[in-house]
């Protein structure tokens, strides 16, 4: 062979796995959103410099506004809350805090009404019911932060107010939104308790909602992104979707032991639901030690497996303060004492809440529930 003609190929095989290694290191794990990502520092170990954490991001106001809403001031008002779905653990617990809120507030009357299903055609028409008999706001947790905005919009053409819990809408359909803690945060708690329990090199997969669900394609991307940072000898084996449904979280978890065998060390619930399905999964296959799981879910829903030994740490917030902050942003957004613009919100016995990313309000960092903790919450 011509020597140039080998040179050639030679060096066109080495560009091809170049490529390829770029291509794979870039790719994110199915259920990732394609949005910035910001991972924090990794854990510190011995004898090294701590890493300092990103600077917050400083952005201008990105929320959208209402149309001649009327002047509601000090007045009573009627809000409806419209959940992903009604009859899971973790709903019944931001509507107890919103339930709080109204009580403490005194003029303010909320309802929850939903489906029972996490169908975002369904949530859109619930929330278009509630645009005709009329409200003066619409508190929402997304299941689709693109499809639900028209109607969003809609009701803030009409005058209404608009506040999202939860998952996220784009930000031009709300006024704004209570982030139960940062994306990122979520990410380093997640991977940094899977960690701590089947090293550094072990194998995962993940049960979640569907790959467009706005909080969990956040957490994924993060998580994507911290691991790549922090722990490169991980392996990401799959992702799949299991649409908060109890029985198909259940049947996915198993699909993933059955298929992965001796290579999966570990199983991420990425919804209430996914977590406690996936904990008995492991339960019932007989895994308990030798599959962790870890995920975000209800203390109630996961007490059983952390009392047995099978889940040794649960990552979440409490979501009934996550129901009253929305509540009483709700409140402040009506009666004009908070504005865009403006960087921080008083929100009743939490205190003094933050505003980040623009429109954003921030409940604070997530908690892991465990062994030691489990018992003083009750949700």
């Not at 689709?144 to 506040?163: F, M, N, Q, S, T």
């Not at 065998?261 to 406690?276: H, I, K, Q, R, W």
Request: proline share 7%.
């Amino acid at each position: 062979m011509n020597p140039k003609l080998r040179l050639l190929l030679v060096l066109v095989m080495v560009l091809g796995v170049f490529t390829t290694a770029v291509a794979q290191e870039e790719k994110r794990w199915d259920g990732a959103d394609d949005l910035p990502v910001n991972p924090l520092p990794c854990p510190v170990k011995e004898g090294e410099t701590p890493e300092e954490p990103p600077a917050p991001e400083l952005k201008e106001y990105d929320g959208g506004q209402p149309v001649n809403p009327p002047d509601l001031a000090g007045k009573d008002i009627v809000l409806v809350d419209v959940p992903k779905l009604i009859g899971i653990g973790y709903f019944a617990a931001t509507t107890k805090g919103m339930q709080e809120a109204a009580e403490e507030l005194g003029n303010v009357t909320v309802t929850t009404d939903a489906p029972t299903e996490a169908n975002i055609d369904e949530q859109i028409t619930f929330i278009d019911n509630y645009i005709t008999k009329g409200v003066n706001g619409i508190l929402f947790a997304a299941n689709d932060p693109v499809a639900i905005g028209p109607v969003l919009k809609k009701a803030l053409e009409r005058g209404i107010h608009v506040v999202g819990y939860d998952a996220n809408s784009v930000p031009e359909a709300r006024e704004w939104f209570v982030n139960q803690a940062e994306f990122n945060g979520i990410a380093k708690a997640m991977m940094d308790s899977m960690v701590a329990e089947i090293g550094e090199d072990g194998a995962f997969g993940i049960v979640t909602s569907t790959f467009t669900t706005p909080n969990q394609a956040r957490w994924i991307a993060e998580m994507w992104a911290y691991t790549n940072k922090c722990y490169p000898e991980l392996k990401w084996l799959e992702t799949v979707e299991a649409q908060e449904d109890n029985i198909l979280s259940f049947n996915q978890a198993t699909t993933l032991i059955n298929k992965y065998g001796d290579e999966l060390d570990g199983l991420f619930g990425m919804t209430s639901v996914a977590t406690p399905a996936s904990a008995d999964a492991v339960t019932q296959a007989g895994l308990c030690g030798k599959v962790s799981v870890v995920g975000l879910a209800t203390p109630n829903a996961m007490r059983p497996y952390v009392k047995s030994g099978c889940v040794k740490s649960v990552v979440l917030w409490n979501p009934v303060d996550l129901g009253y902050a929305a509540v009483y942003v709700m409140r402040a957004v009506v009666d004009g004492t908070f504005k865009p613009g403006d960087t921080s919100v008083e929100a009743g016995r939490l205190g003094t809440l933050q505003v980040v990313n623009g429109s954003e309000v921030l409940l604070g960092p997530p908690f892991i529930y465990n062994a030691e903790n489990i018992d003083d919450f009750d949700f």
